[in-house]
């Protein structure tokens, strides 16, 4: 089955209409998920066979078709691509690390509705296992996790007594403790941030997904950061559309600053278009290039797809003026988005890492292009 781009497309318009109707109220966006899963999104990543649409094959065809997917969830929505992300991380980790059997019935799930997450932000007590007569039983909490109360099956990471980092996919229902909101985050109110609290929860020792340290092995524990990369591309695109829109709307798009401001949005989208292309690529030709290689690229890659995303908040900021600071007009919320959705874990130290590594050698050549 190839996947319906021609409808995705027809459909961001409806995502950010409801984006921008729920914002104020921070509610989720129900209905475009519900249109989301219609269309095979959740499913979209799966093997061939368990009900996916890219031959498993040809992985570069099937990473250039999730870029593309997620790109157009980011250009529609922010915040729903952000779920949507989150998901296909859960299929990836589970494909990656668990058993066949895990898989299998993983993929049975979502085919029957299940929409997935990854949460591995603790909140003030992070989560931890302790292995009991009575099985296996999880302390403390999740916080920052994306679509709580929605998501039906989380990838949570838990301490465990040794003191590494193990992975379980618990089903999210009685016995976790939900709270929808994190106090108010001003960007990204769709996303259904929230707080899951996991204490007492007795879980099947079947929940455990691989081995202590699997979550945190590289190249993975970081390649997977091209997808986040192509949601928020989907938003700088979106942005730089907007400004191009708004500008000529009102007469000042002939202007020359605002003409220089248009071209760089513009550059600046097409070069976190460039990157999160060479990110996809590396991190799924793995066989291809040294692990190092491929951990320190992508890290280049998030810090250049953030520089690009802040370079066009500010160009619309200064280009539209205040305009772009009042609450009815979609410039505004989808900044807020944006600059909410940009804040990612440890920008210093993988800018940083990543320096370091290619001080000795130079970046990989992309070997290949995304088809
Ligand atoms: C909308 C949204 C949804 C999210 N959904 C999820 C989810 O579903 N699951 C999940 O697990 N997480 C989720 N998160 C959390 C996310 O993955 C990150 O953990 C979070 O965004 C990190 O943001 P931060 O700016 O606080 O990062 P930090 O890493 O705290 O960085 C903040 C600043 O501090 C610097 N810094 C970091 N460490 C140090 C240090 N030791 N010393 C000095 N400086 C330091 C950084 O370089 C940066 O400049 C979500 C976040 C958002 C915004």
Request: charge should be neutral.
């Amino acid at each position: 089955m190839s996947f319906p781009f021609e409808a995705l497309m027809a459909c961001r318009a409806e995502l950010e209409a409801e984006a921008s109707a729920n914002d104020a109220q921070a509610v989720f966006p129900t209905h475009g998920l519900a249109r989301l899963r219609q269309l095979g999104v959740l499913s979209a990543a799966l093997p061939l066979a368990l009900g996916g649409c890219w031959p498993d094959a040809a992985p570069e065809a099937a990473a250039a078709g999730l870029l593309r997917l997620l790109q157009l969830v980011g250009q529609g929505s922010l915040a729903l691509g952000r779920v949507v992300e989150g998901h296909v991380n859960a299929l990836r980790l589970v494909s990656r690390y668990g058993t066949p059997a895990q898989y299998a019935a993983l993929a049975a799930d979502v085919r029957a509705g299940a929409l997935l997450g990854v949460w591995v932000t603790d909140g003030a007590r992070p989560v931890h296992m302790d292995q009991t007569a009575q099985g296996l039983i999880l302390h403390g909490q999740k916080a920052f996790a994306s679509g709580v109360g929605h998501v039906t099956r989380a990838l949570v990471t838990a301490r465990t007594q040794a003191g590494t980092t193990g992975m379980l996919l618990v089903a999210v229902g009685q016995g976790c403790v939900i709270h929808p909101s994190i106090g108010g985050l001003s960007g990204m109110r769709g996303a259904g941030t929230g707080q899951c609290d996991f204490e007492g929860l007795c879980v099947s020792p079947d929940s455990l997904i691989g081995q202590a340290g699997d979550y945190l092995r590289q190249p993975e524990f970081s390649a997977g950061a091209w997808r986040p990369m192509a949601v928020a591309l989907g938003g700088i695109e979106r942005l730089t559309t907007v400004l191009r829109e708004q500008l000529a709307a009102r007469g000042r798009a002939q202007a020359p600053a605002q003409l220089a401001r248009i071209g760089h949005a513009l550059i600046a989208a097409q070069t976190a278009l460039g990157w999160t292309r060479k990110a996809a690529l590396v991190a799924t030709a793995q066989d291809r290039y040294d692990a190092g290689d491929i951990v320190a690229t992508v890290n280049l890659a998030r810090i250049a797809v953030e520089r690009a995303g802040l370079d066009v908040i500010e160009l619309v900021q200064r280009g539209l003026g205040l305009s772009a600071f009042i609450k009815t007009n979609v410039a505004e919320r989808l900044t807020r988005d944006l600059a909410t959705y940009l804040r990612q874990p440890a920008p210093d130290e993988t800018l940083c890492e990543a320096a370091a590594w290619f001080m000795q050698r130079d970046l990989p050549p992309a070997a290949a292009a995304l088809p």
